[in-house]
């Protein structure tokens, strides 16, 4: 681990002195990248993070959103790149595991994780399909054995990822407001460090996370053992409970280097710690390597002398070993001593406050001709071309995924993966719908109208389950943000984003960014993914089965804009054309009357258009209620457009309504009156997924043929190759 030059002239300035060993080492940690968001964090503040909802308290390190009489909704995401590339299934595990703590230390429980992944092409790609297969096992493996539900997720593979891999974890967690831990600290409290022992397992790993990915340091990734975190979080419950934790905070990146200054620096107090009171898995673990060590598992907590014997029966009563490691004094160092020695003390501040940069920005030379768009030959079997794009990784169902994640235990799950988002039951009488989004191909044609997009989709999914959307994770993935252009691209998202936040009011809640994420073929692709919270008040959409003569609304504008399509790029490996863009008062207004017809209990279901378009979505409604349907293409509201545009055109803010004849004149007064765009154009019925044109039939396929192709397609490439 090191400091750049002029780092270490800055911070031998700051303390007056040449650093020790083990101050360089802290610092490297705390200033890494990943830590510090030296690069990020001067254009995050753009984000609205206030609303009526949203509750702040010193040093947490997940959003808390008050959800009404006297519960909090926390949320957190976080992601395991470099790691899960190396090791997938460690990797994506202990990410699993970090998220969970997050979420534990606001004095919440968790009760649902969600995840969205990026792989290489798994068509082609050995390695892709190695990564894939491991990192989802070790998702479903930790958080099987926690007893937390993984209720959702997305997945997508992309060129642009080879020999690589995107993980991020979220997690949900779910409280009595008045159980909020609220951090504070007074001299003479205790320093405790709770849970499994420190080992030489994720040495460096910040460092190894702000850096592009060239070895394969496996010391680097930490190893997972969710049987203790499963300890932990009800012995950390049954503290909070007794009252004895006066603030806490997960040990992550960085390990106790980072934990110890940026708890210390949040309470404005100093710390002093003895290395040798912590408890080790290894014998003759130097000094260095306990302060900088990412063994997972482990959480930092502030009690005081009379608390801490409960605490320590606690962790008996559990099984779980906690150590007495320092205590809290006036002024604001970090001291870090062995046995009478003293390795380290530095100022709080200085350690936890990186210098922020400033770094240039210049929009990317490729943005000039990429929205050109390039002449194809004519489709002369459409059957056929939408069986390939039901076959394709990025849209066949994803069953072989979620099929693995136990998403019941808990009971609290109301909607289950597979539809647009998951619901949860919440102990208020209201429910909560998730959902995680991100389209990387939009991204790198428009990165700002990209994010927006990303960002309209997973309001869209929670607004089919009835929700309103409260709140917003965000995660911004992207290259070497010393690389002006890769660095432009991050400022359109992060401006996207703000716009669209800002316009619907829905607050960010959370958020991460990772970045250095580069492969041997270059950057990836921007890749912001976004999370949304909605709640329901009352009744939640449970999707019910489409029978015969069930008809079809859609709601919303198809339009020409065919860039970052799946149809371009699986199709026509054609990367380019005119990226949707989200019209804001037509997407809250979509939203808002889309949500009107749902409580008003006129629906049997509700889908959005997102992936392949109006052609994919109608077949995923057939697919999975094993019906057919007849589409008459011309009725389709929007611009005049060929075939190809209407059926794989990927429009937002568009919507199908399903519901019972009788309902019909209900529903289109009220789209009427709303004055949304919409029409009737189709009916469900029979065993064909018919779209016609006029006279013309367009698509013609039986669904249980086109349900057999989408239903294992992904499972055959990842099993059979």
Known sequence: MSLESQELSELKLKIGRDPTSTELQIVAAEWSEHCSYKSSKKHLKMLPMKGPLVIHEKGYDSGVLDVGNDYVVTAHIESHNHPSAVEPYGGAATGVGGVIRDILSAGTRPIAIFNGLRFGNIEKDQQARWLFKNAVTGIADYGNCLGIPTIGGEVEFDDCYQNYALVDVAAVGFGKKENLIKNHAKIGDLVVLLGGSTGRDGMGGSQFASDSLESEDRSAVQIPDPFIEKLI???????????????????????????????????????????????????????????????????????????????????????????????????????????????????????????????????????????????????????????????????????????????????????????????????NGKFLSVKIDGNPKQCYINPREGAIGCFEEACRNVVCTGAKPIGMLDHLQFGNPKDPEIFWTFLESLKGLTDFANDTKIPCVGGKVSLYNETPTGPIKPTPLIGVLGLIDKN?????????GDCLVIVGDTKDEMGGSEYFEYIHNFIGGKCPVVNFTESKKNMKTVLKVIQNQLLKSVHDCSKGGLAVAVSELCMTNQIGCNIFLDKVPGEKLDVVRILFSESHSRYLLVMEKKNLKKVEDMLRKDKVSFKLIGQFNGEKIQFTKGTKSIISLRVDKAHKTWFNSLKDLVLHG
């Open 540 to 548: 939640p959409l449970i999707p019910q089965k489409i029978t015969e």
């Open 233 to 427: 979080i009800e012995a950390i419950l049954e503290a909070r409970n007794h009252n004895l934790i006066n603030a806490i905070k997960d040990l992550g990146g960085g390990g106790l280097s980072c934990a110890v200054s940026e708890t210390a620096d949040a309470l404005g107090v100093g710390i002093e710690m003895d290395v040798n009171m912590v408890h080790t898995r290894e014998s003759n673990m130097h000094s260095d390597e306990i302060m900088i060590s990412e063994s997972q598992e482990r959480m930092l907590i502030v009690t005081n002398k009379t608390k801490s014997k409960k605490l320590r029966e606690i962790c008996k009563k559990f099984r779980i070993t906690c150590s007495v490691i320092g205590h809290i004094k006036s002024g604001n160092q970090m001291h870090v001593k062995k046995g009478k020695k003293t390795l380290a003390n530095l100022p709080t501040n200085v350690v936890a406050n990186a210098t922020l940069l400033d770094l240039p920005s210049k929009k990317p030379a490729y943005l000039k001709t990429i929205e050109k768009e390039k002449k194809f030959k004519p489709i002369s079997d459409y059957s056929k071309t939408m069986m390939a794009l039901l076959a394709a990784p990025n849209i066949a169902s994803k069953i072989w995924v979620y099929g693995q994640y136990d998403h019941e235990v808990g009971i609290r799950t109301v909607v289950k993966p597979g539809h647009d988002a998951s619901v949860l039951r919440l102990d």
